[in-house]
């Protein structure tokens, strides 16, 4: 079965405090990799997509990072609009019209 | 640009009655289309997905069903509502690729709560 687990479950940082996320994945036959912001009360909110092994990308304070059984999320000098939860998912190569997303991870940024 | 509208943005309901939450997306065409549930302290749960009109995968079995009668409309219903069925529900579109339909990225609507009392 397709499992992905995030971790930690809640993180709290201060301000400028840099960290990351892990997403772990057990899937037969990874298509791609996706990270999503979702803050209270509102849909996901797409940040980025994976594909292969050693692939990085950036955006602001983010990078998302990709080995072949993970994927982090590292968040440099964080600022309190940080704070959201963010969620991993994947897209396996068979059934692919779908992903499967992880519990996600609730970061709180403190000024 | 695309955008995707879902509604009612809330809504609280009796055990044992209706439901139906509507989603619409502008700006595209022939768009895979989705329901999630996202449960209190849960993640996000595929209930339907759709790669064209009238055509509906469930992937949970439940008191819920999902239509697709027109290429930009998706519809989550239910005949009678059960306490469980409380949570956020959220619809999502995504632009399709290679004879397979694979998706890419989601984009989600603003999300329905649903409360059932």
């Known amino acids: 079965e397709d499992q992905v687990t995030q971790s930690p479950e809640a993180l709290r940082l201060q301000e400028g405090e840099s960290s990351s996320l892990n997403c772990s994945y057990t899937v037969s036959g990874l298509r791609g990799l996706f990270w999503y912001r979702q803050d209270p009360g509102k849909g996901p909110e797409f940040l980025f997509t994976l594909y292969s092994a050693g692939e990085e990308k950036e955006k602001e304070r983010l990078k998302a990072t990709l080995t072949k059984k993970e994927s982090f999320l590292h968040i440099t000098a964080p600022k309190p609009e940080d704070s959201a939860t963010y969620l991993c998912?994947?897209?396996?190569?068979?059934?692919?019209?779908?992903?499967?997303f992880g519990q996600g991870t609730r970061l709180t940024i403190n000024p | 640009s695309q955008t995707i509208h879902q509604w009612p943005a809330t809504l609280v309901q009796p055990v044992g009655s209706p439901l139906s939450l509507e989603c619409t997306v502008e700006?595209?065409?022939?768009?895979?289309l989705y329901w999630y549930r996202q449960a209190a302290g849960r993640g996000l749960q595929l209930l339907f997905y759709s790669v064209g009109i009238g055509q509906i995968s469930s992937e949970v079995p439940q008191n819920l069903s999902a239509s697709r009668p027109q290429d930009r409309q998706f519809i989550l219903s239910s005949k009678k509502l059960l306490l469980s069925d409380s949570g956020f529900y959220l619809c999502?579109?995504?632009?399709?690729?290679?004879?397979?339909?694979?998706?890419?990225?989601?984009?989600f609507g603003e999300g329905s709560r649903l409360t059932v009392l």
């Open positions: 998912a994947v897209q396996v190569r068979r059934g692919a019209q779908k992903l499967v």
């Open positions: 700006g595209t065409s022939n768009p895979n």
């Open positions: 999502a579109w995504s632009v399709t690729s290679g004879a397979r339909g694979y998706t890419g990225e989601l984009f």
